[in-house]
């Protein structure tokens, strides 16, 4: 990574993100800006961070999940984070595919239940 630094309303506009959501990460401790004075500067460190967070969020995973994976890295390094997110990955997985048949069936039913009132039309 380079040397940017960004500052705090770079980091809002770089990722889409309000300020209070911003200020919010920091609160809970997934993002640690490096501050000078009152100004806030977001270094490659939390820029990756911020990366995997929104990434994570995406996927479904909870803040304190995030929060608690980006601890393992600190305290134990990359092969115990690659373990912990196999097993996050691996039940995200599992509960993504059972939203999707979810889905498909309330689909189905939506698509049954527009059919028939399609044909009730049709014979009045």
Not at 20 to 41: K, Q, S
Not at 80 to 87: S, T
């Amino acid at each position: 990574m380079t040397d940017t630094r960004l500052t705090f309303k770079e980091m809002c506009a770089r990722f889409d993100v309000t300020p209070r959501t911003l200020r919010y990460y920091e609160y809970i401790e997934l993002l640690a800006p490096e501050r000078e004075g009152r100004a806030r500067f977001y270094g490659p460190r939390e820029i990756a961070r911020m990366t995997l967070i929104l990434r994570g969020r995406r996927f479904g995973f909870s803040l304190e999940e995030l929060r608690q994976w980006l601890l393992i890295y600190q305290q134990q390094g990359t092969r115990p984070q690659l373990e912990a997110w196999i097993g996050l990955a691996d039940r995200q997985l599992a509960e993504l595919a059972r939203q999707r048949d979810e889905l498909d069936v309330t689909i189905a039913d939506l698509e049954a239940l527009r059919e028939t009132a399609v044909k009730e039309l049709g014979e009045s």
